[in-house]
């Protein structure tokens, strides 16, 4: 499979979605991209994800979730691919 993610042609957008979904939707989805983070999360079912997508590829996430009356924006994780070409990409 080719690179899906080339920053010189990403104006091509319709390739790249975000998705918003629940705590229970979002788990069987967002645990293994954690999980190959090598980091653990906690899922809630009032959480709320933002899920980004390259056609049906789950390449990043972020959490939004209320902690101690306190809306907050938690745990973003992006693919190890992604972030490898991206790190190319602007390091050149």
Same mark, same amino acid.
């Given at each position: 499979m080719t690179d899906l993610l080339n920053l010189d042609s990403f104006?091509?957008?319709n390739i790249? +979605?975000?998705r918003e979904l629940n705590g229970s939707d979002a788990t069987p989805l967002v645990l293994?991209?954690?999980? +190959?983070? #090598?980091k653990g999360i906690?899922?809630?079912d009032?959480?709320?994800f933002f899920? #980004?997508?390259?056609n049906d590829e789950l390449v990043g996430s972020v959490r939004?979730?209320?902690e101690h009356a306190t809306p907050m924006? @938690?745990?973003? @994780?992006?693919? *190890? @691919?992604? *972030?490898m070409n991206i790190r190319v990409h602007f390091s050149a």
């Open positions: 104006s091509d957008m790249f +979605n975000v293994p991209l954690y999980s +190959n983070e #090598g906690t899922i809630h009032s959480d709320l899920a #980004g997508f390259i939004f979730c209320v924006l @938690r745990t973003m @994780r992006v693919a *190890k @691919r992604i *972030k």
